[in-house]
């Protein structure tokens, strides 16, 4: 259960940090949620024992839970935020609320679409390979959502607010660092090994 916490809480911290940039080498930038998103995919992969129907439940739960802050953000507390963080020359994330508080409907849908569509390709793909070992599993899951994911959420929410050029590098920068920290956290969080049974072992003896 705690698994699934995190990951909620994971979810909704990168949807709330998902406009939120910071320069990165080659790639130019990427918002703070990528870094986030990178561990959620993993932290998904770590509740499977709980079964499909308890994954797709924590799912529906981190976007819905997801669309509570970014709606309250718009229409809620969105304005305080930017006044308190403008008030004390925080330009940054003051920005960043602004364009959640402004023009957060596109970030909604774009969030709720790729979290069920990720995330579903994501579990699909792990359960397919759930034989394979659990950095194999991760490494394959997270190859094929991660994109899936990038490329859905920036189309939608930032489609027209960036360069093509801007936004293929905000894309391909945001997948290769979900992967890198996906994978990353994985090995951090790998599960034990799981200890075999002597009589498994040498049976008869």
Known sequence: MAAAFIFVLAVMG???TATLFIPFPVFGQVAVGTIIFGITFTQRDRIHHRGRSFVYGTIAVAALGSLFILLGTQFVWGTAWQNWFAARGWDWPAGA???LTESGWRVFVASFLAIVIAETVNTEVYQKF???SWMGRVARSNGVAIPVDSVIFNLIAFAG???LLE?????TGEIVTKFAVGLLYAWLRRPPPV????EAVCPGT
């Not at 936004?167 to 894309?171: A, E, H, K």
């Not at 200890?195 to 002597?198: G, K, M, Q, S, V």
């Open 167 to 171: 936004w293929t590098s905000i894309v």
């Open 14 to 16: 990168a949807n709330l």
């Open 97 to 99: 609320v602004g364009y």
């Open 161 to 163: 607010v960036f360069s």
């Open 195 to 198: 200890a075999i049974p002597d």
């Open 130 to 132: 759930i034989d394979r």
